[in-house]
């Protein structure tokens, strides 16, 4: 095993820079450095000598990354994107869990492909991971106002509870509408006939 | 008709305009697309989300896509521009200081961009005598029209950029904010950048891109090569629907709304009055300057639009220049290809015939 290599990791989400680097320690990498500055990326770079550079696809100095193989003399070694061009999947899946990894100065493809993949699985679970909070948020939230909706229903037409839920269902089904946007209409006619 | 919908990612620039307007003021929607528009934080997105297909096209430097086209910077993702988005509009603002000693060292007229390049030349070889460190000049992207512009204007001092003065790339939004915390000395930026420096009162405009080259090639609408070929009539509509919104930018009676439509939080996210001058030309130069007018600062005419295989050849010549090449006659023709004059023809045929309601 040779995870020698010096990975400097670009991202200004601290939760999600921590999972992938828990990700790449696991795969025995050790030498591992967070930074979340979106500017002073080349001095980091200067400062760390990194072997590979992972980064954020929503982090600006993404450009300056990309060009630094073009500087002369004041960059010590080249470093270009890390693009297998014989594996398109390997492109796309990285663009669209948004992540993008850089090498310096040539280092073996093989070795790359497995940190690449490894910070790929991990944006995906981050995001669905956020995905999941976020719908668990917003189930909550349907909920409450389903049950604000059901209160107002039950006043105004003295129904009972079951009763209440039974009618904004059919009236849903019947005008091919979700549940919770009944609710939300009917919380906004109360409102306005207060 | 069927509606088409097209999703284009853009950087926060003036050059974006056309597409903007192609949905804000309608345009796309009366040639029946419903057109997405993404701002995007980096050219290099903007590249890779066109080539996976996230984007159907892109605002893209003409420099860019030809880099992309030939697999150099490490991507090899083909793409064509069956119209280009603008030209010119770029200029270069130095920090407050660094422009004080330029004016100290200026022999003659500071318009002239060779005095002004010859006194920047003055101020490194003091600057290597005393010590201190070098000047760091920063473009938008390692492969534009700004960094070639940059070269040619230190070249009339001698000077080369990546040797007598760093280099480093600095996305457009952050132009500003590099230059008030000295992480860069200047910058060569499009629209409204430079203008945004001076408000800011962290910079003084030196001088203005078609101070150095009037016509000059920038951004192009990219579409991904294969994309051109295998979706003709998608191109053909976006393409007819930017040609409108061309005939549209470039009446003055429009510039208002234009530069509303820009300042939207979504698009450029700055003031409204800061891009409408800018429209009519105006540009605030800063260090105790008038504001300079400009004719013809940026181009939106159709005239304008026709992707020119011949700016391949300047793009290249400044990629050699910048040492990022060493071109062949097969990539002389690989990236001319990139730019097509005919489709561009058959846009425009088609739009003239369209009734005008």
Redesign the interface.
């Known amino acids: 095993m040779a995870p020698k290599l010096r990975i400097l990791i670009v991202d200004a989400n601290q939760v999600r820079a921590a999972i992938i680097e828990e990700g790449l320690r696991e795969a025995g990498y050790e030498q591992l450095i967070r930074i979340s500055a979106?500017?002073?990326l080349?001095a980091a770079i200067e400062a760390h000598d990194p072997d590979v550079v992972v980064i954020d696809?929503?982090?600006?100095?993404?450009?300056?990354l990309?060009?630094?193989?073009?500087?002369?003399?004041?960059v010590r070694r080249p470093i270009?994107?890390?693009?297998d061009?014989s594996d398109s999947a390997s492109?796309?899946a990285a663009?669209?869990a948004g992540v993008?990894a850089y090498i310096v100065d040539g280092l073996k493809k093989e070795r790359m492909q497995a940190i690449l993949q490894t910070c790929i699985s991990r944006f995906n679970a981050f995001r669905k991971l956020r995905e999941e909070l976020d719908e668990a948020r917003s189930q909550l939230e349907e909920r409450k106002t389903i049950d604000q909706a059901k209160r107002i229903v039950m006043r105004l037409k003295g129904l009972s509870e079951d009763e209440a839920y039974a009618l904004m269902r059919r009236t849903a089904m019947n005008e091919k509408r979700k549940l919770v946007d009944i609710a939300r209409s009917l919380i906004t006619a109360a409102e306005m006939l207060k | 008709m069927t509606t088409l919908h097209l999703r284009a990612g853009f950087m926060p620039l003036v050059d974006c305009a056309l597409l903007v307007l192609a949905k804000d003021e309608g345009f796309a929607e009366a040639e029946g697309l419903h057109l997405e528009l993404v701002r995007e934080?980096?050219?290099?997105?903007l590249r890779?989300?066109l080539?996976?297909r996230?984007f159907d096209a892109a605002h893209m430097l003409g420099p860019a896509a030809i880099a992309a086209t030939l697999?150099i910077?490490?991507?090899?993702a083909p793409m064509a521009a069956p119209i280009a988005l603008n030209r010119d509009g770029a200029a270069i603002t130095l920090s407050l200081r660094r422009f004080e000693d330029l004016a100290r060292l200026a022999e003659g007229d500071l318009a002239d961009p060779g005095v002004s390049a010859r006194a920047l030349a003055a101020m490194v070889a003091r600057r290597k005598a005393s010590g201190l460190p070098p000047l760091t000049f920063a473009a938008?992207?390692?492969?534009s029209a700004h960094i070639y512009l940059l070269g040619e204007w230190l070249a009339k001092g001698g000077l080369k950029l990546?040797?007598d003065v760093?280099?480093?790339?600095?996305?457009p939004?952050?132009t500003v904010?590099?230059l008030a915390?000295g992480?860069v000395d200047g910058f060569c930026a499009g629209a409204p950048w430079n203008s945004a420096a001076v408000a800011a009162g962290v910079g003084a405009m030196v001088l203005a891109s078609v101070d150095l080259r009037r016509n000059c090639h920038d951004k192009v609408l990219a579409w991904r090569a294969d994309d051109v070929q295998r979706r003709p009539a998608a191109v053909a509509k976006l393409g007819a629907a930017i040609l409108k919104a061309s005939a549209w930018a470039c009446k003055p009676e429009n510039f208002t709304r234009m530069a509303e439509h820009l300042s939207a939080p979504d698009r450029l996210a700055l003031p409204a009055p800061l891009i409408e001058r800018i429209l009519h030309g105006e540009l605030i130069q800063g260090a105790g300057r008038p504001p300079r007018p400009v004719e013809r600062f940026i181009r939106f005419d159709r005239e304008a639009l026709r992707p020119d295989p011949d700016d391949a050849d300047w793009v290249l010549a400044g990629m050699e220049q910048?040492?990022?090449l060493f071109a062949t006659p097969q990539m002389r023709e690989i990236a001319r290809g990139v730019f097509l004059p005919d489709a561009f023809e058959g846009i425009a045929s088609t739009d003239l015939r369209t009734p005008k309601n």
Do not use: C, Y
């Not at chain 1, 696809?57 to 300056?64: C, G, H, K, N, V």
């Not at chain 1, 270009?80 to 693009?83: H, K, S």
């Not at chain 2, 760093?166 to 996305?171: D, G, L, S, T």
């Open positions: 979106t500017t002073g080349v696809l929503e982090d600006p100095s993404r450009d300056a990309a060009d630094m193989f073009l500087v002369s003399q004041h270009t994107m890390f693009v061009q492109i796309e663009i669209e993008s | 934080v980096s050219w290099s997105n890779d989300k080539n996976v996230l697999g910077g490490g991507v090899k938008v992207f390692g492969f990546g040797e760093r280099f480093e790339v600095v996305p939004p952050q904010e590099a915390s992480r910048a040492g990022q």
